[in-house]
T-cell receptor
Framework: DSGVTQTPKHLITATGQRVTLRCSPR?????VYWYQQSLDQGLQFLIQ???????AKGNILERFSAQQFPDLHSELNLSSLELGDSALYFC???????????FGNGTRLTVT | GQQLNQSPQSMFIQEGEDVSMNCTSS?????WLWYKQDPGEGPVLLIA?????ELTSNGRLTAQFGITRKDSFLNISASIPSDVGIYFC??????????????FGKGTLLTVNP
């Protein structure tokens, strides 16, 4: 158990809809990262937060947004969903930006 | 941007055999990480390497941080069926201002035949 909790485990929704994925980092970790994993693209970095502030952005679409709350949990919001957004979405946390990431078990999003 | 070339893409081996996989990069990393991902789960950290030339073991796993800081390898000795999974290398580089960018390889799918 990595200590990183992600909910829900599975999500099935229709195109055009909006969903929210939630992540609770390991106790004591200030940094939260979001990754998207699809079969052909591997693990793609989306965005990082550190202690509530956005720290780095990767290949995150404008339809996607995230935030980290004062209690350090984070949410990833995906809107105007398209079929191609179907993927595994992972959250990871670390205590500082330079330490290894610990991953949650992911949310599998299926857009129909 | 930074890219990691991980090879091989997949391996089919017999139980008891040793396995070797590696990652190379065109840029320097401060840290090399190796993860394993089982189906339906998130990547789990196996080994972290922090210094060029460092050789670290974790049970039957051994990994090394290349001297040039642009490569790393992972060896698994005496493989067992539960070693099946996808192995990812990842390189961590300081982007400046305490920002660290983690780049993943595309993974090596390992299949172990009992």
């Amino acid at each position: 158990d990595s200590g990183v909790t992600q909910t829900p485990k599975h999500l099935i929704t229709a195109t055009g809809q909006r969903v929210t994925l939630r992540c609770s980092p390991r106790s004591g970790d200030l940094s939260v990262y979001w990754y998207q994993q699809s079969l052909d693209q591997g693990l793609q970095f989306l965005i990082q937060y550190y202690n509530g502030e956005e720290r780095a952005k990767g290949n995150i679409l404008e339809r996607f947004s995230a935030q980290q709350f004062p209690d350090l949990h984070s949410e990833l919001n995906l809107s105007s969903l398209e079929l191609g957004d179907s993927a595994l979405y992972f959250c990871a946390s670390s205590d500082t930006g330079g330490s290894p990431l610990h991953f949650g078990n992911g949310t599998r999003l299926t857009v129909t | 941007g930074q890219q990691l070339n991980q090879s091989p893409q997949s391996m089919f081996i017999q139980e008891g055999e040793d396995v070797s996989m590696n990652c190379t990069s065109s840029s320097i990393f401060n840290t090399w990480l190796w993860y394993k991902q089982d189906p339906g789960e998130g990547p789990v950290l196996l080994i972290a390497l922090y210094k060029a030339g460092e050789l670290t073991s974790n049970g039957r796993l051994t990994a090394q941080f290349g001297i040039t800081r642009k490569d790393s390898f992972l060896n698994i000795s005496a493989s067992i069926p539960s070693d099946v999974g996808i192995y990812f290398c990842a390189g961590l580089a300081d982007s400046g201002g305490s920002n660290y960018k983690l780049t993943f390889g595309k993974g090596t799918l390992l299949t172990v035949n009992p």
